[in-house]
């Protein structure tokens, strides 16, 4: 029998009981929610590099994203395995996470889930480069009038499989995971498909092939689409009658034509590059609008330079007022057709279709008190060119000058130490704008110093064979023969501010 008594007295303490347990439960759930395991995307992968030590690469497009050490030290728990407890984060931490997670970078793991072998942390024993234009043969098939590396005679050679393979391994030890290939005409290579799947096979990607056209058949295309691929292929077309004369070989106009209709047809980025001279510049207008209504993305436009197989017919070059002059011609039509699609002028006058942005790469726009850390050249701080004789260069325009031989070779030194020693090519790479002023005195005093900065390095050592850091007489003709202010004042007639605000910068990747 049940006393009422004592039941009643030990009903308050019973359920003081559950009341703790169901406390404890909820404090049990809450504890085990702010307890979590995150997981790296498999879009990313960790990596680091000498000076550069805390870095994420992007596995679906060419870009390497750098980090402070202690944000990194967050990412590097997201391997699906250790647990993070919220409570002891600090607001910024949790803020990090909680972005991080929004933006798809990391999500929450699944019990026995972890990293897959590709993206746990990496270093390579070398400075950072994010990509490699690679010369893969000097030989062409066509005789372009105008070509600086004189590949008609193939002035360059053409590396062995095995020097290939010495060069392919060099990037991958640096940890250089992006291809453009070039040449010459790289798809004269019997091996090339060979090469291809070399890249492919040690997880490397090729963006950018280069090519005149001649030999990008269905077949071609078939190729690569077989081993899932689909990079942007750039062609060379220098205008619309004007490009079988150019290039040497009679057909090439269509030739060329055809090839970019057929991958466009297929789904292949094109986009092209325009050489022009006395004979050509006034095809611009004409080239654009044929070339926008094919779907070609992006046509970058530049004048022959006096440089290999045109270096002694001085006649079909464009002096700079002329250049200048015909592309600023050019400018209106450009806004007058309905900007067909985004282009580059030289450096004089860039439009990004997609960004609504007019610019000019000339343009750098650095403050004074920036200049003992600006760099020279940004391009070259990601970015390098190989030539098929294996010579690191900062750029491809440096091919066939006396220069060139100055450039160490990677088929002779290890890439490691290229990137790391003293040389031509890490001068380049460290050279600030500092010391481009210091190297020329009457241009520390000019109105114009922080807008040009020194110019292309490229182009100064085209008309200063053996001096790095000389004056770029391209850009100090743009900026004190008045043509920036000419460009300025079609610019305002045809852009609207908002447009008129974009510029190309030139400055360094800072951590994130």
């Given at each position: 029998m049940?006393?009422?008594?004592?039941?009643?007295?030990?009903?308050?303490?019973?359920?003081?009981?559950?009341?703790?347990?169901?406390?404890?439960?909820?404090?049990?759930?809450?504890?085990?929610?702010?307890?979590?395991?995150y997981?790296?995307?498999?879009?990313?992968?960790?990596?680091?590099?000498?000076?550069?030590?805390?870095?994420?690469?992007?596995?679906?497009?060419?870009?390497?994203?750098?980090?402070?050490?202690?944000?990194?030290?967050?990412?590097?728990?997201?391997?699906?395995?250790?647990?993070?407890?919220?409570?002891?984060?600090?607001?910024?931490?949790?803020?990090?996470y909680?972005?991080?997670?929004?933006?798809?970078?990391?999500?929450?793991?699944?019990?026995?889930?972890?990293?897959?072998p590709?993206?746990?942390?990496?270093?390579?024993?070398?400075?950072?480069?994010?990509?490699?234009?690679?010369?893969?043969?000097?030989?062409?098939?066509?005789?372009?009038?105008?070509?600086?590396?004189?590949?008609?005679?193939?002035?360059?050679?053409?590396?062995?499989?095995?020097?290939?393979?010495?060069?392919?391994?060099?990037?991958?030890?640096?940890?250089?995971?992006?291809?453009?290939?070039?040449?010459?005409?790289?798809?004269?290579?019997r091996?090339?498909?060979?090469?291809?799947?070399?890249?492919?096979?040690?997880?490397?990607?090729?963006?950018?092939i280069?090519?005149?056209g001649?030999?990008?058949?269905?077949?071609?295309?078939?190729?690569?689409?077989?081993?899932?691929?689909?990079?942007?292929?750039q062609?060379?077309?220098?205008?619309?009658?004007?490009?079988?004369?150019?290039?040497?070989?009679?057909?090439?106009?269509?030739?060329?034509?055809?090839?970019?209709?057929?991958?466009?047809?297929?789904?292949?980025?094109?986009?092209?590059?325009?050489?022009?001279?006395r004979?050509?510049l006034?095809?611009i207008?004409?080239?654009?609008?044929?070339?926008?209504?094919?779907?070609?993305?992006?046509?970058?436009?530049?004048?022959?330079?006096?440089?290999?197989e045109?270096?002694?017919?001085?006649?079909?070059?464009?002096?700079?007022?002329?250049?200048?002059?015909?592309?600023?011609?050019?400018?209106?039509?450009?806004?007058?057709?309905?900007?067909?699609?985004?282009?580059?002028?030289?450096g004089?006058?860039?439009?990004?279709?997609?960004?609504?942005r007019?610019?000019?790469?000339?343009?750098?726009?650095?403050?004074?008190?920036?200049?003992?850390?600006?760099?020279?050249?940004?391009?070259?701080?990601?970015?390098?060119?190989?030539?098929?004789?294996?010579?690191?260069?900062?750029?491809?325009?440096?091919?066939?000058?006396?220069?060139?031989?100055?450039?160490?070779?990677?088929?002779?030194?290890?890439?490691?130490?290229?990137?790391?020693?003293?040389?031509?090519?890490?001068?380049?790479?460290?050279?600030t704008?500092?010391?481009?002023?210091?190297?020329?005195?009457?241009?520390?005093?000019?109105?114009?110093?922080?807008?040009?900065?020194?110019?292309?390095?490229?182009?100064?050592?085209?008309?200063?064979?053996?001096?790095?850091?000389s004056?770029?007489?391209?850009?100090?003709?743009?900026?004190?023969?008045?043509?920036?202010?000419?460009?300025?004042?079609?610019?305002?007639q045809?852009?609207?501010?908002?447009?008129?605000?974009?510029?190309?910068?030139?400055?360094?990747?800072?951590?994130r």
């Amino acid at each position: 029998m049940i006393d009422l008594n004592t039941s009643c007295k030990a009903m308050p303490a019973v359920q003081l009981r559950h009341e703790c347990m169901e406390q404890a439960e909820r404090a049990m759930k809450q504890k085990t929610e702010n307890i979590r395991r995150y997981l790296l995307d498999s879009r990313f992968a960790l990596r680091g590099w000498k000076l550069l030590p805390f870095a994420v690469q992007h596995r679906d497009r060419p870009l390497t994203e750098f980090f402070r050490k202690d944000k990194y030290r967050l990412l590097l728990d997201c391997d699906g395995e250790t647990e993070i407890d919220f409570d002891t984060l600090t607001d910024e931490e949790r803020f990090y996470y909680d972005q991080w997670e929004k933006n798809g970078i990391i999500r929450r793991s699944a019990p026995g889930e972890k990293l897959l072998p590709f993206q746990q942390y990496r270093y390579y024993d070398a400075r950072f480069k994010q990509k490699v234009q690679w010369s893969v043969t000097g030989k062409c098939n066509y005789r372009c009038r105008h070509c600086f590396m004189s590949a008609p005679h193939a002035a360059q050679g053409e590396p062995s499989w095995q020097e290939l393979m010495t060069m392919l391994d060099a990037f991958e030890r640096c940890g250089i995971r992006t291809m453009h290939l070039t040449g010459g005409e790289p798809l004269v290579r019997r091996d090339f498909f060979d090469l291809v799947d070399e890249i492919l096979k040690r997880d490397l990607c090729i963006e950018t092939i280069y090519s005149n056209g001649l030999l990008v058949t269905d077949s071609f295309l078939d190729q690569l689409e077989e081993r899932g691929i689909r990079p942007s292929i750039q062609f060379s077309f220098d205008g619309i009658g004007h490009h079988d004369w150019m290039r040497g070989i009679k057909g090439a106009e269509k030739i060329a034509l055809d090839a970019i209709r057929r991958c466009i047809s297929r789904g292949f980025q094109v986009t092209v590059s325009m050489v022009v001279c006395r004979e050509s510049l006034g095809s611009i207008r004409d080239t654009v609008n044929l070339l926008a209504s094919l779907g070609v993305s992006h046509l970058k436009v530049g004048a022959a330079s006096p440089q290999g197989e045109w270096v002694n017919e001085p006649e079909h070059f464009l002096t700079m007022p002329e250049m200048f002059e015909g592309f600023l011609e050019y400018i209106p039509h450009y806004f007058e057709d309905g900007k067909p699609m985004s282009i580059g002028l030289g450096g004089v006058f860039s439009y990004d279709v997609f960004r609504q942005r007019a610019f000019s790469l000339y343009e750098k726009d650095i403050e004074e008190s920036l200049f003992p850390n600006a760099q020279m050249c940004s391009h070259v701080r990601r970015e390098m060119y190989v030539s098929p004789q294996g010579r690191v260069l900062p750029c491809m325009s440096m091919v066939g000058g006396p220069i060139e031989q100055q450039f160490p070779n990677l088929l002779e030194t290890p890439l490691e130490k290229i990137l790391d020693q003293n040389s031509l090519y890490m001068d380049i790479v460290s050279f600030t704008v500092e010391d481009y002023m210091k190297h020329n005195a009457d241009c520390q005093t000019c109105d114009y110093r922080q807008n040009c900065c020194g110019g292309c390095r490229a182009t100064a050592v085209r008309d200063h064979e053996n001096d790095y850091l000389s004056k770029d007489l391209e850009v100090c003709e743009y900026f004190r023969g008045g043509w920036k202010e000419k460009k300025d004042h079609l610019l305002e007639q045809f852009c609207s501010e908002k447009e008129r605000a974009g510029s190309h910068r030139n400055g360094t990747s800072g951590n994130r």
